[in-house]
């Protein structure tokens, strides 16, 4: 099985910052994409970032410009930096990684437990 673990959610005044991080195990093959959603109470998961095997970044508008995702391969983890937070923003953030698991062909979405980011004053 696969199994992402996140971790970084807190408490932070708007303007501020926060590193979230995602760390992933298992039988995992090879990653076609790894991101993060957001989901605020009584709305739907939303995309937020991702970053694609061949080396591509995309976000949502609402945070171009102020959130970069990256990764370390060697420590199969991706980040999610936040920068000039905004109330808007909290939610409980989600990681999602489209993974071929060892013996597989067919790539399969895993989601981990979530992490919950408060932006208030």
């Known amino acids: 099985q696969v199994q992402l673990v996140e971790s970084g959610g807190d408490l932070v005044q708007p303007g501020g910052s926060l590193r979230l991080s995602c760390v992933a195990s298992?039988?995992?093959?090879?990653?076609?994409?790894v991101g993060w959603y957001r989901q605020a109470p009584g709305k739907q998961r939303r995309f937020v970032a991702t970053?694609?095997?061949?080396?591509?970044?995309y976000y949502a508008d609402s945070v171009k410009g102020r959130f970069t995702v990256s990764r370390d391969n060697a420590k199969n983890t991706v980040y999610l930096q936040m920068n000039n937070l905004e109330p808007e923003d909290t939610a409980a953030y989600y990681c999602?990684?489209?993974?071929?698991?060892?013996?597989?062909?067919?790539?399969?979405?895993?989601w981990g437990q979530g992490t919950q980011v408060t932006v208030s004053s």
């Open positions: 298992g039988n995992i093959s090879s990653f076609t994409s």
């Open positions: 999602n990684a489209i993974v071929k698991k060892v013996g597989d062909d067919v790539p399969q979405s895993f």
């Open positions: 970053t694609t095997s061949d080396g591509s970044f």
